[in-house]
């Protein structure tokens, strides 16, 4: 499939500005930032593992769909179960 433009959204830019609002307003404790998504969700979060993975302690996925083949990086650091 083809995509003939990028997306103008910055979901990953949305979530990292999230945390910093949890963090600054509300005071979340920044070592312990969990990201859980399900479904399409579940994408994210694995997203959100490779984009943001030093500013997360986990993420849980409940269930999602993977493609045979991934165009996106492995994360720098591995999460332990």
Do not use: Q
Not at 57 to 70: D, G
């Amino acid at each position: 499939m083809d995509i003939p433009h990028p997306p103008t959204s910055d979901d990953v830019g949305l979530l990292a500005a999230l945390i910093d609002l949890a963090v600054a307003r509300y005071n979340a404790d920044p070592a312990r930032i969990y990201i859980s998504g399900m479904t399409n969700g579940g994408g994210m979060a694995y997203r959100a593992a490779i984009e943001l993975g030093p500013r997360l302690a986990a993420v849980a996925v409940s269930s999602m769909l993977m493609p045979v083949k991934s165009l996106c990086p492995a994360p720098k650091r591995a999460f332990r179960c």
